[in-house]
C-alpha cells in the first residue's frame, strides 16, 4: 500500500515570497495532519483535518499559513509572506483505518516532509 | 497539557549490543498512547511502536520493544541486537486515545559504531 505522498522535498525561497506544499494522505485515512519540525526540535502540529473538516488549528499562524483540504483526500499549506523563521521541514501524516496491521487507528503515518528554507 | 521529555540529546552504541532510549510524559488524560518513531537523515518518521495507557503487557514489535512503566510515567524504547542501519533520531510521543494529536519530545540522536 502506498504511503504518504508529499512534494516538493526541497525548496528555497526568499523571504516575503510565498510557498505551497502538496500532501496526498495513505488511502482511506480521513485524518491529516501537518507539523513543522524545527532543526533540533520534535514535529509541532500545525493543523489537524478530519475528512474536509479542520479539527484543531490553535498552533497555525494564521496571519500567514494557510491549509486546505477540499475534497478530503489531498491537502495544501501555504505560506505567505514566508519569514526566516519559517524554515523548517514541514511534515504531513495521516490516520485511520486502510493501512492493515496498524495499532492503533490514531497510529500517524508520514511522509517525507518537504525541506523549506527561507534566505 | 501533555508532556514529553527526553533527556539524552545524545546516545553511543556498539554494534549488535543493546540499548534503552529513555522516555518520560506528564498528562492529566486518564487514556492514552505512547509512540516512538525512527527519524533517519532522509527526514521521514518511521513508525516504530505502540503502547496504549491501559495494555498491561509491555509491546514488542521485533527488536523494538517498550518498557512502559505507568507509575513512573515512563515509556523507554529498548532496541535489541543494534544495526548500523538503526542510526537516526528518535522521538517519543504521545497523545490522548480518540483524539489523535500527538505531542513529541525532542529526540535522541542514536549512533551505532560498528
Known amino acids: 500500500e502506498a504511503g504518504v505522498a508529499q512534494s516538493p522535498r526541497y525548496k528555497i525561497i526568499e523571504k516575503r515570497q510565498s510557498v505551497a506544499f502538496w500532501c496526498n494522505p495513505i488511502?482511506?485515512?480521513?485524518?491529516l495532519y501537518w507539523y513543522q519540525q524545527i532543526l533540533g526540535q520534535g514535529p509541532k502540529l500545525l493543523i489537524q483535518f478530519q475528512n474536509n473538516g479542520v479539527v484543531d488549528d490553535s498552533q497555525l499562524p494564521k496571519d500567514r499559513f494557510s491549509a486546505e483540504r477540499l475534497k478530503g483526500v489531498d491537502s495544501t499549506l501555504k505560506i505567505q509572506p514566508a519569514k526566516l523563521e519559517d524554515s523548517a521541514v514541514y511534515l504531513c501524516?495521516?490516520?485511520?483505518?486502510?493501512?492493515?496491521?496498524?495499532?492503533?487507528?490514531?497510529?500517524?503515518?508520514f511522509g517525507p516532509g518537504t525541506r523549506l528554507l527561507v534566505l | 497539557a501533555q508532556k514529553i521529555t527526553q533527556t539524552q540529546p545524545g546516545m553511543f552504541v556498539q554494534e549488535k549490543e543493546a540499548v534503552t532510549l529513555d522516555c518520560t510524559y506528564d498528562t492529566s488524560d486518564q487514556s492514552y498512547g505512547l509512540f516512538w518513531y525512527k527519524q533517519p537523515s532522509s527526514g521521514e518518521m518511521i513508525f516504530l511502536i505502540y503502547?496504549?495507557?491501559?495494555?498491561?503487557q509491555n509491546a514488542t514489535e521485533g527488536r523494538y520493544s517498550l518498557n512502559f512503566q505507568k507509575a513512573r510515567k515512563s515509556a523507554n524504547l529498548v532496541i535489541s541486537a543494534s544495526q548500523l542501519g538503526d542510526s537516526a533520531m528518535y522521538f517519543c510521543a504521545m497523545g490522548p486515545t480518540g483524539a489523535n494529536n500527538l505531542f513529541f519530545g525532542t529526540g535522541t540522536r542514536l549512533t551505532v559504531i560498528p
Open positions: 488511502s482511506g485515512h480521513a485524518t
Open positions: 503502547q496504549g495507557s491501559y495494555d498491561e
Open positions: 501524516a495521516s490516520s485511520g483505518p486502510g493501512l492493515a496491521g496498524g495499532p492503533t487507528k490514531e497510529t500517524q503515518y
